[in-house]
């Protein structure tokens, strides 16, 4: 089935400094994938999206591509900022399923 | 556009009491879940509905977890009698039915602390 598997934590890193979350995936077919991040105290927000292969997700200057070669969806920003602590989670549905199947989370830590 | 409210935000109760979580989707989504977050952990499916009816409760306990989404939209979650296991946030769901795939949209959570 379905499957991702995500960049074990935590991560610290100063500010301004590039950041990659690394995610690779098992799926049967090309499902959508997600990034989705909590902050502290707080649900998840869902912070990029690709729906197909080749696809590249980005917001808030973040951004993600849909690699079937190597089924990955690394998370990248070029600089990083104090507000971008949080944990982030890649997902993407089981087949047949309106379900989301979430990495296990990495911690992300921006120092000043 | 409003986003999903749940409430309460945080509850702490006894373990072996009841207690129930609501739930209210982005207003026209009619698919609506359920998740179970575990400390350091991603979030985890319970049940979802599609419009008044689950669709998929399979990962309920259904011995002390129940749910209903009446009229299509709010829904309640309820634990009876809750153990000191069930400590975790709660999170809620929705999204518009519209493809193969469709984007969640989440609330804030419930932090539930039984004792």
């Known amino acids: 089935g379905n499957s991702v598997t995500q960049m074990e934590g935590p991560v610290t890193l100063s500010e301004e400094a590039f950041l990659t979350i690394n995610c690779t995936y098992t799926a049967t077919g090309y499902p959508s994938l997600f990034w989705y991040v909590q902050y502290p105290g707080e649900g998840l927000q869902l912070l990029l999206k690709a729906t197909k292969a080749d696809d590249k997700g980005s917001n808030k200057g973040f951004e993600a591509t849909y690699r079937k070669e190597t089924t990955s969806f690394h998370l990248e920003k070029g600089s990083v900022q104090v507000s971008d602590s949080a944990v982030y989670f890649c997902a993407l549905p089981i087949q047949g399923a309106q379900k989301l199947v979430f990495g296990q989370g990495t911690r992300l830590t921006i120092n000043p | 556009e409003a986003g999903v409210v749940q409430s309460p935000r945080y509850k702490i109760i006894e373990k072996k009491q009841p207690v129930a979580f609501w739930c209210n989707p982005i207003?026209?989504?009619?698919?609506l879940y359920w998740y179970l977050q575990n400390l350091g952990q991603g979030p985890e499916l319970l049940i979802r509905y599609e419009n008044e009816e689950a669709v998929d409760d399979s990962q309920l306990p259904k011995d002390r977890f129940s749910a209903e989404r009446l009229k299509g939209v709010d829904s309640t979650l309820k634990i009876q009698p809750a153990e000191l296991g069930d400590s975790a946030v709660y999170l809620c769901a929705s999204s518009l039915r519209q493809g193969s795939t469709d984007t969640q949209y989440f609330g804030p959570g419930t932090r539930l602390t039984v004792l």
């Open positions: 207003s026209g989504h009619n698919t």
